[in-house]
């Protein structure tokens, strides 16, 4: 029925109106009427109680610790069972099996660890000393990392990290209020305004906890990043504590550390034990010249399991290293004058690393981005070269994350190191990102150092199916919201008309595009359709996608941030620049919209959030009153809303609420050599999930096509255009050498494709193999010449020792030795 109102040019809101009898529901909404500060973090800590909740711990900027345990309903004050002090920063432990362990920071520097999901708390470490930063061990519970420093680095540090600690003579903590029975709006146009208020977070955490589940870059190896780390290192002098009981006992592991970390523990439980640290080698850190990348500090391994702690240089000049999830990566110094790094890798938990090799001819190696290892394979994003032009490369890898193939060129990136860059966390192999100043495909800009950037500085969207291997334009919609053409009358549908959404660079300002993987093809984003992304608050909408970006339709109009519920089931959006009194949501993955007033005082909101799970049908709200400037949280419930689904397992039934859906691109149903199948709730039924619904999936090979294969290391698509640039070509042209990084060797026939990673497409395509050029035979002349030279060096050293008595080393009874750091090949990266 929707499509008919949309053909009519009436738009969602008319058919939402004509389905109000759902929207009439009451949602219930509990408002906590004091909260010292807006909010600063917000975490899920523990298992879920009887009553299907886990703890909430919230953070304010005043540094104030609340808790719930009922989801949301009443909260209680714990900062004082933490420190007299005012809290700082809240951590988890990574671990669900372990998710009580909460650290709190209080800010006289002091850490302190609740094993009881933030109820009751004790100092972390009992020795008094000044603790730095510290990991926990993921499958140890008790097992911990840290870093202390002397008592004048950690009172300089505490200075300027927060110079000051304001006097906590707040009022005490007042009662919840609940408001039951609030009726949702009938739905209507947004009227816009000119006023905004205090600029978004997008949603991000400042401490990387759950104030929105966003992925961020796994890791990040910034020049900035690097000099940050070793000017602290080289002036605080941290020396790195293992302890094995919570903290209460620490044994000393090393001096002069840089960064540190545990092992990966989805290797096996050996790697999980293994400690990872960069060091400063002993009379480096005051020469004067550690204020950069660095050939003085090395990164080393120890056994935490081992009594003898016996240390192994694992990578020389290995300066700053992330371990994540099947990868270790480090940025290794390749040359301290021209501050370029490489990065090494290893995929067997850090027993051996290789260098990674990447196409292109790269002089300057300044910052790398790890953007994601979920799938089996790295997305890499390198910055190369000047940091100010704000782009960079992203290139994909095989299984075992040593060769990368170029993927995209001139992703945006920000100043701070964020790349336009998200996995579409429910469908594999589905990307977005955003270019700046190309179409995505042009070599020349972002490899050549003698070129200057394009005067276009415009950002565009593109999206991936095939886990980068091609890149389109988001198509817009026919119509917009209300029944117009989204696009502008200069921009012509499928030529110069896209729909182009913000991403991380655009922080803080708009929220950046949003995917979870409970909510089943569902991606939200804020942006415009036309040439470019526009930064005009006026031209901005709010867009969905219930398919995993193949096709997209405006919900509303202005900017909005976004959460999910009810594995995706039910969705929340409340306006992102202006104070607003009212909540969106959809209880039909985004088929209608409906709006109600939460609150009586106009609130600027600062998120909407749902537990991690994103499986139930209760909301978080927060942000700051419009009038009073103190900080707003409110509850909202949608149980009420609607009865639980019946019939998941006879989908595509008259009586059942869920029917079979199937992810495909614009020419195929296939997705990685397979057609997958889940069972989906329809889209119009009026009912909710339930929170022990689990989407079913089924799947079947599909017969290879050449959609399933990349160039392989050394190889690249392009096309010339008629300005003889070099593009990157689309999967009609073939794989032929790369200019800049042509496949190595010689005389052999060598592959010029491979199959994409994880694709499991039967009857491979007999691809041609590429024969390299013939080996050139030596000259025989320079032969000759070469080893007439080597003969009369070896004479020239002999008649020298013979001068200086040196043959006497070589005599018995004087034979001298050398000692030297014997170690196995593949453990020492030089």
């Not at 300044?366 to 782009?391: M, P």
């Not at 042509?742 to 994880?758: F, L, M, S």
Request: hydrophobic content about 35%; glycine content about 8%; charged content about 25%.
């Amino acid at each position: 029925f929707e499509s008919f109102f949309v053909a009519m040019g009436l738009g969602t809101r008319w058919f939402a109106a004509l389905c109000g009898g759902v929207a009439a529901a009451k949602v219930a909404v509990t408002k906590f009427d004091y909260m010292r500060g807006a909010l600063a973090d917000i975490l899920w800590v523990g298992k879920a109680h009887a009553n299907g909740h886990k703890v909430i711990l919230i953070l304010t900027e005043q540094g104030q610790l609340i808790r719930t345990d009922d989801g949301g309903t009443s909260w209680v004050d714990v900062s004082r069972n933490v420190s007299t002090s005012r809290i700082r920063t809240v951590k988890r432990h990574p671990n669900d099996d372990f998710g009580n362990q909460v650290v709190a920071q209080d800010s006289r520097g002091v850490y302190y660890l609740s094993r009881d999901s933030g109820w009751t708390f004790r100092q972390m470490v009992d020795n008094d000393a000044n603790v730095a930063d510290f990991r926990f061990n993921v499958g140890n519970q008790g097992w911990l990392l840290y870093t202390t420093v002397s008592d004048s680095c950690f009172q300089r540090r505490l200075q300027q990290a927060d110079p000051s600690d304001p006097a906590d003579d707040s009022p005490p903590l007042r009662q919840s209020t609940t408001l039951r029975g609030v009726a949702p709006l009938p739905p209507r146009n947004r009227t816009s305004s000119s006023s905004t208020g205090p600029t978004r977070s997008g949603g991000r955490s400042k401490n990387g906890s759950d104030r929105k589940r966003v992925p961020e870059p796994l890791a990040s190896f910034s020049f900035a990043e690097s000099r940050r780390l070793l000017e602290d290192a080289a002036d605080c002098k941290k020396t790195l504590y293992m302890s094995k009981d919570f903290g209460r006992r620490g044994e000393r592991i090393a001096h002069a550390v840089v960064a540190f970390d545990w092992g990966d523990d989805l290797v096996n439980e050996e790697s999980s034990n293994m400690i990872f640290y960069s060091r400063i080698d002993s009379g480096a850190a005051n020469d004067g010249r550690l204020t950069s990348w660095s050939d003085k500090v090395n990164m080393y391994r120890v056994d935490a399991t081992s009594s003898e702690r016996k240390e192994f240089v694992v990578v020389q000049h290995g300066n700053m290293f992330r371990v994540l999830p099947h990868y270790i990566f480090v940025a290794r110094v390749t040359s301290v004058s021209a501050q370029s790094v490489h990065l090494a890798v290893s995929n067997d938990g850090g027993y051996s690393f290789h260098e990674t090799r990447l196409p292109a001819e790269v002089k300057l190696e300044r910052s790398y981005t790890i953007l994601d290892t979920s799938e089996g394979f790295v997305v890499l994003h390198v910055l190369h070269g000047d940091a100010s032009k704000q782009v960079g490369n992203l290139y994909v890898s095989d299984e075992k994350g040593l060769d990368y193939t170029l993927s995209l060129i001139d992703n945006a990136r920000s100043r701070t190191g964020d790349a336009d860059f998200e996995v579409v966390r429910s469908i594999p192999g589905f990307y977005l990102a955003n270019i700046r100043g190309s179409d995505g495909r042009r070599r020349g800009r972002a490899l050549a150092e003698d070129r200057q950037l394009a005067q276009d500085d415009q950002i565009r969207t593109m999206v991936s199916f095939d886990k980068g291997g091609e890149w389109f334009n988001l198509e817009p919609p026919k119509y917009d919201s209300v029944g117009d053409d989204p696009c502008p009358g200069d921009a012509h549908r499928g030529r110069s008309c896209f729909l182009h959404l913000h991403g991380w660079t655009s922080r803080p300002k708009y929220p950046p595009m949003y995917s979870m993987p409970n909510a089943l093809g569902i991606v939200m984003g804020v942006g415009n359709a036309g040439r470019h992304l526009s930064m005009d608050e006026d031209e901005i909408s709010t867009w969905f996608s219930r398919d995993g970006g193949l096709t997209w339709r405006e919900v509303e109009k202005k900017a909005h941030i976004y959460e999910y519920g009810d594995h995706g089931g039910l969705i929340v959006l409340a306006d992102s620049m202006k104070p607003t009194k009212e909540i969106v949501y959809s209880w039909t993955e985004g088929l209608a919209w409906w709006h109600f007033e939460f609150t009586d005082e106009e609130v600027y909101v600062e998120n909407v959030i749902s537990e991690v799970t994103n499986s139930r049908l209760q909301f978080l709200v927060y942000g700051v009153f419009a009038h009073s400037r103190k900080g707003a949280l409110f509850h909202l419930d949608f149980r009420n809303l609607t009865r639980e689904c019946q019939g998941l397992s006879f989908p595509g039934e008259s009586n059942s609420d869920y029917h079979i859906w199937k992810p495909g691109t614009m020419t195929t149903d296939c997705i990685l050599g397979k057609m997958v199948q889940f069972t989906r709730r329809k889209q119009d039924a009026e009912c909710h999930n339930g929170v022990q619904y689990r989407k079913k999936v089924e799947s079947e090979p599909c017969p290879c096509t050449p959609e399933d294969f990349v160039c392989a290391y050394g190889f690249e698509r392009y096309q010339l255009y008629e300005d003889d640039e070099t593009n990157l070509g689309t999967k009609d042209q073939d794989c032929v050498p790369s200019k800049e990084h042509p496949p190595d060797g010689c005389g052999e026939a060598v592959p010029a494709y491979r199959k994409i990673t994880n694709d499991i497409c039967f009857g491979d395509i007999q691809h041609e193999l590429y024969q390299l050029p013939p080996c050139r035979r030596p000259d025989t002349i320079a032969v000759v010449m070469s080893g007439l030279a080597v003969f009369a060096m070896i004479l020239s050293v002999v008649g020298l020792c013979v001068a200086t008595k040196c043959l006497g080393f070589f005599s018995e009874g004087r034979r001298k030795y050398v000692e030297l750091d014997v170690r196995t090949p593949s453990m020492a990266l030089g």
